[in-house]
């Protein structure tokens, strides 16, 4: 897969969860700026996602399947929106620490799909 998007996701996710656990460290809630980077974060996993479909299409083959493939693009795409909400209803710190939790659990989605993927390409 494109090795670059899978890193920079990565590393924005790791971002956004050194971010808002900051701000729960700090006792805050989410806050508009959190909102910004959960949105540049699932415009990646989106992008990603396309990227993904695209080799698909191509005739590009992951490892371990198509299904187990797109099955965790998509749960990659869906996690940072689903942290938002939640924290969107829990307007404590915990909201922070909710969006902090799923932007770890993106990051670990990332190494599952690179791994799923075959690896990185050399």
Known sequence: MLDALTLTLGAAALALAAWCGFAAYRDQS??????IGMAVVTVLALAQLVVGIV???RGEQPDDGKVIFVSYLLGALAA???????????RTKWGSVTVAAAAVVLTVLEVRLTDIWGGFSA
């Open 30 to 35: 989410t806050k508009d700026w959190h909102f």
């Open 55 to 57: 080799f698909l299409v």
């Open 80 to 90: 940072i929106p689903a942290a938002g909400l939640l924290s969107l209803t829990e």
